[in-house]
Every structure is written in C-alpha cells, then in structure tokens.
C-alpha cells in the first residue's frame, strides 16, 4: 500500500510538472512597432523575445503576425482566422498607434480592442494589452483618451496591461528613425523590457 501511494504522488508530481513546463504558443498582433519596420530582420522586440525565452528556459512558441500601417480594424479582422490556425495559448495586441495617428474616432478603436480580446478569451487565450501614446499635437483631450483605453480595457475585461510600449523610447530622439516615430534597433531592447515584465507571468502560470 506505501509503494503504491508513493507510485501515485510520483506520478502526480510528474503530471503536474509536465502541464508547467508544456510548450506555450504566444501569438503577436501588432504594427510596425512589432513587424520590424526599418530595422535589420531579427533585431525587432518579438525577435529579441524568442531569444529571452532561450535564456530563462521558457519553453514557447512566437508566432509574429504583424503587419506594418496595421489598424484596430484590420487587426479584428484577421484574428479569428490567426486563433483557429494557431490556437495561442498568449495574444499579445499590440493596435492602436495607426488609429491614433489617423485621429480615427476613439469609439471605434475601444470596440475593436474590445472584440479581439473577446475573440481571444472565447479561444482560451490569456491576453496583454499592449499601451500606446500619441503626440500630443493631435489635440490633449484626445492624446489622454487614446491613452486611457488601454487601462480601461484592461481594468474591464480582465486582461494584463503593458502601459507603454516606447517608455524610454518615445522620448530619445537618438533611439528613433528620421521620422521620429519608428524606434531604432538600439530601442528593441528597451521595449522588450517594457514588455517582459507582463508577459512572463503569462507565460509561467498554468
């Protein structure tokens, strides 16, 4: 009877490890901010994430679905089809910028953030909602609405938030690209940092 007890809490033990450490697949949705734009191939934040996962043993999967000028709308558009083919255990949404810097209306922008992260909790992905600011030459009262989305999205249905994705970025010129949007390969890191604190307890949790 010990033996056979001792046999069971074994196995219990080893199915519990297993379920732990079982390979995740995290699903990237995002703009040029995640697509590389202007940087050499493999120097982007996702890139660098594939490379930090090496480091800290996390056994997962990136698949980067973003598209440079990629809108909320287009974004929503995409998803279903991104989830049935890849089933992500973590989406990371990272939309928003180019609805802001096309001062598209804010209800709009909330109702396809609102819909992807639906989307993705019927398909039994966690999810992180990745923040975005705009200048505040589109107007303050709509820079501070833009902003505050992504907190009030993330407050009301539940979701990590990654606050900014360019904190230390946005405002270092010598990090961006002659057109003072687009981050430099020297920026990926620091936006990765920005990333991995929320990330990684997605990632690790059963």
């Given at each position: 009877?010990?033996l056979l007890?001792?046999?069971?809490?074994?196995?219990?033990?080893?199915?519990?490890?297993?379920?732990y450490?079982?390979?995740?697949?995290?699903?990237?949705?995002?703009?040029?901010?995640?697509?590389?734009?202007?940087?050499?191939?493999?120097?982007?934040?996702?890139?660098?994430?594939?490379?930090?996962?090496?480091?800290?043993?996390?056994?997962?999967?990136?698949?980067?679905?973003?598209?440079?000028?990629?809108?909320?709308?287009?974004?929503?558009?995409?998803?279903?089809?991104?989830?049935?083919?890849?089933?992500?255990?973590?989406?990371?949404?990272?939309l928003?910028?180019?609805?802001?810097?096309?001062?598209?209306?804010?209800?709009?922008?909330?109702?396809?953030?609102?819909?992807?992260?639906?989307?993705?909790?019927?398909?039994?992905?966690?999810?992180?909602?990745?923040?975005?600011?705009?200048?505040?030459n589109?107007?303050?009262?709509?820079?501070?609405?833009?902003?505050?989305?992504?907190?009030?999205?993330?407050?009301?249905?539940?979701?990590?938030?990654?606050?900014?994705?360019?904190?230390?970025?946005?405002?270092?010129?010598?990090?961006?690209?002659?057109?003072?949007?687009?981050?430099?390969?020297?920026?990926?890191?620091?936006?990765?940092?920005?990333?991995?604190?929320?990330?990684?307890?997605?990632l690790?949790?059963?």
């Amino acid at each position: 009877m010990r033996l056979l007890r001792s046999t069971l809490a074994l196995l219990l033990v080893f199915y519990a490890t297993c379920a732990y450490s079982a390979s995740k697949t995290v699903l990237v949705l995002g703009d040029s901010l995640s697509a590389e734009y202007g940087i050499a191939r493999g120097t982007g934040w996702v890139a660098l994430l594939g490379k930090r996962l090496q480091v800290d043993k996390i056994d997962a999967n990136i698949i980067n679905a973003s598209i440079s000028g990629e809108t909320t709308s287009g974004g929503r558009a995409r998803l279903p089809a991104l989830l049935e083919q890849h089933h992500p255990d973590v989406l990371v949404l990272e939309l928003g910028g180019n609805d802001g810097l096309r001062g598209l209306p804010l209800a709009s922008t909330e109702a396809n953030l609102r819909t992807m992260i639906k989307d993705a909790q019927k398909a039994k992905a966690r999810v992180l909602l990745v923040g975005m600011q705009i200048p505040p030459n589109y107007g303050r009262d709509y820079a501070e609405k833009f902003f505050g989305l992504y907190a009030k999205l993330s407050k009301e249905m539940k979701v990590s938030l990654a606050p900014f994705l360019l904190e230390g970025v946005a405002d270092s010129p010598q990090l961006l690209q002659p057109d003072r949007i687009h981050p430099l390969a020297e920026a990926e890191p620091i936006m990765l940092d920005n990333i991995w604190p929320h990330l990684k307890p997605l990632l690790i949790s059963k």
